[in-house]
């Protein structure tokens, strides 16, 4: 059993010595230490009660949502990936494509969409220091530095609408892989908990194999699919030199080794985890509907599947929209139509001069029935 003082026996103890003799005073101090016994049960159920709830189990890899969705086909097609590094992941806005340079790269993208020759995908990366600027082109496999505001429009009109080399800036060749794992915290919390674990895991294991200068690990933004943290794209070239890059759902720190060791070593795709790979989309294959995965602002750079967030607590995911507006809309179930109100809409669609014009033929009718009725009496 376990005993605790209760606040009333102690208040008034404390007052029957205030009005008695400080012998008697001294009596009810003894006194004071009468306890109230409480069950185990009871304590435990307070207990648990006023324990937290781990972000590891409501956004991380714990959390009740893991492996309940279908990782299979939830990638689009697509013939090419332009990443931007900007700043420190831990900075972004929960839409960092609305500021700075991101937002004027998000612009021409959405106005020169149709000019591009394949479709092309745009992510923010992690930047900071000299890198911010800096382009990556996939499966191209190029990086163009130090892009500046007053660059983007020629940079896209002659590298991605022309298809030529930039000369005004500078220009390095790609090489080894590369993984870009989403850890746009202010977007979806779940990519906040889980991307920077995966980063370190992914460090940790390609230092042990002295890989660090063939394998790099980039923060990204958001790449669509919240549900899915961890989320990751691995850009690695496969025996024959070709470079496409492959998105993984569900991914845990567990999974890093065999990432490094069965996909990038040997470039065998991890199957349960995959969640398809950037490629053309084959001629004749109905286009996807992309206006239900635009953003409020009507920019179509990233698509996201827009599920319902079901745990509770989520400051994030993808329904958090821009200033806090959600961009997931409740579709209001369809009413059911009912034979009788269909037959009072289509009276009330008549006009009034038609509705005159069938009186008026009814009751025509009606006379003439009535008339011949008579005669055939009399006769």
């Known amino acids: ?109 959405k106005d020169r969409k149709a000019d591009f020759a394949v479709e092309t995908k745009l992510t923010v990366c992690g930047g900071g220091g000299e890198s911010d600027g800096d382009v990556l082109i996939f499966p191209e496999m190029v990086r163009y530095k ?58 940790q294991e390609i230092s042990s194999r002295g890989l660090s200068d063939k394998i790099f690990v980039l923060p990204s933004s958001h790449i669509g699919g919240h549900k899915y ?55 004749g294959e109905e286009a996807e509907k992309e206006d239900e995965h635009k953003i409020p602002n009507g920019n179509s750079v990233m698509v996201e599947e827009r599920e319902p967030v079901e745990q509770k607590g989520f400051t994030g995911g993808c329904c958090q929209g821009a200033n806090g507006v959600s961009c997931c809309q409740e579709q209001a179930a369809e009413p059911v139509k009912k034979e009788g109100c269909m037959k009072l809409n289509w009276l009330k669609s008549m006009g009034k001069e038609e509705v005159l014009l069938g009186a008026a033929v009814v009751s025509a009718v009606a006379t003439v029935a009535v008339a011949y009725s008579i005669y055939r009496r009399s006769g």
């Open 146 to 203: 130090a892009i500046q505001d007053t660059d983007v429009d020629a940079f896209v009109e002659d590298v991605l609408v022309k298809g030529k080399t930039w000369t005004s800036g500078i220009q390095e060749e790609l090489t080894g892989s590369f993984v870009f794992v989403c850890a746009h915290g202010s977007r979806d919390k779940r990519c906040g908990v889980c991307g920077p674990v995966l980063m370190e895991k992914f460090e």
């Open 229 to 283: 943290a961890g989320n990751l794209i691995v850009f690695s070239p496969d025996s024959a030199g070709n470079v496409s890059g492959h998105w993984y759902g569900y991914v845990t720190p567990d999974d890093v080794p065999a990432m490094l060791d069965q996909h990038i070593a040997k470039g065998e795709i991890i199957q349960n985890l995959s969640r398809g790979q950037m490629r053309l989309r084959p001629e």
């Open 1 to 109: 059993m376990i005993t605790k003082f209760t606040s009333s026996f102690r208040l008034i103890r404390f007052f029957n010595s205030l009005s008695s003799s400080s012998s008697i005073c001294f009596c009810e101090t003894l006194d004071f230490g009468v306890r109230k016994k409480t069950s185990m049960a009871e304590e435990v159920a307070e207990n648990v009660n006023a324990v937290p709830v781990s972000e590891d189990e409501l956004y991380g890899f714990k959390r009740s949502e893991m492996y309940s969705g279908t990782l299979a086909g939830s990638v689009g097609p697509y013939g090419r990936h332009v990443f931007l590094c900007y700043k420190s992941h831990e900075t972004w806005l929960p839409r960092v494509e609305t500021e700075g340079l991101p937002q004027r790269f998000a612009k021409l993208f």
